[in-house]
């Protein structure tokens, strides 16, 4: 059987409303999917948990380009071409990005729930997806486990401390790898440097009709269509304030 793509709501939650789809708000669905949830005992269920957990990944828009397939001990985690960005990804690149993301997440998950996994690729059917085979282990939950539903992008203001140097090293020797090497840049000289690429990148993105019109298809403006679609963008979720969909289409270019 086939998956549908969990709901991966914003966790930025604003001041809740009554939605008008059976009396469900944002908030109340935003705390029943990035959750926790006891492992379940065996059988369907605990494979349905498991995509749970992969749909808490990262991926472009939010716009959940994953279908899952669920078999008795695998879950293949294939592409969903109905989902894709062609104006801000092309070439498929962050789709693709997405499902690796959805698979780490399923792996470190499914060790927490007592599965050993062993990961490959599957082309035979001409679109590249991702198999996990599953076998029973003991259980051990990890800090990556842990974090899984507290992950979350926000634009909200940062509170102006400085990051610690120590936290700083940590971090560098972390991510630092035989195919990663990290950069980090914290004088004011360096970052108003940066700053400045990233606001011309922002400004040639919002002059590309393409990419607005894209942007603007996944991103909702009202609670209730937050609610309804269960993917894209959140106004609210990013500061802005909610309006009916219609009226935010409208002004969003100009805002």
Not at 147 to 159: G, L, M, S
Not at 194 to 216: C, H, P, R, S, W
Not at 237 to 247: E, I, R, V
């Amino acid at each position: 059987m086939t998956a549908a793509a969990a709901t991966a709501l914003s966790a930025a939650v604003p001041a809740g409303c009554s939605d008008g789809s059976g009396g469900s708000t944002y908030a109340a669905l935003v705390a029943q999917t990035w959750k926790h949830a006891r492992p379940a005992e065996s059988g369907p269920g605990v494979l349905r948990e498991l995509v749970r957990y992969a749909s808490l990944a990262a991926n472009s828009h939010n716009t959940q380009p994953w279908r899952y397939r669920l078999e008795d001990t695998r879950i293949s985690v294939l592409p969903d071409f109905t989902r894709r960005c062609p104006a801000v990804d092309p070439d498929n690149h962050h789709l693709y990005a997405s499902l690796g993301c959805a698979k780490e997440n399923l792996v470190v998950a499914a060790g927490a729930f007592g599965f050993d996994s062993a990961v490959s690729i599957d082309d035979s059917a001409g679109d590249p997806g991702i198999v996990i085979e599953l076998e029973p282990a003991n259980a051990q939950a990890s800090p990556l486990f842990q974090a899984i539903p507290d992950r979350q992008c926000t634009r909200a203001t940062y509170d102006g401390k400085a990051v610690p140097g120590e936290q700083l090293k940590q971090l560098e020797s972390i991510a630092t790898s035989g195919d990663v090497d990290v950069r980090l840049y914290t004088d004011r000289g360096s970052l108003e440097q940066i700053l400045e690429y990233v606001v011309a990148g922002n400004t040639a993105q919002m002059q590309d009709e393409a990419f607005v019109k894209e942007l603007k298809d996944w991103l909702y403006f009202s609670e209730s269509s937050a609610v309804l679609h269960r993917d894209g963008l959140f106004s609210a979720s990013s500061g802005n304030p909610t309006a009916p969909d219609w009226l935010g289409k409208l002004v969003f270019r100009f805002a």
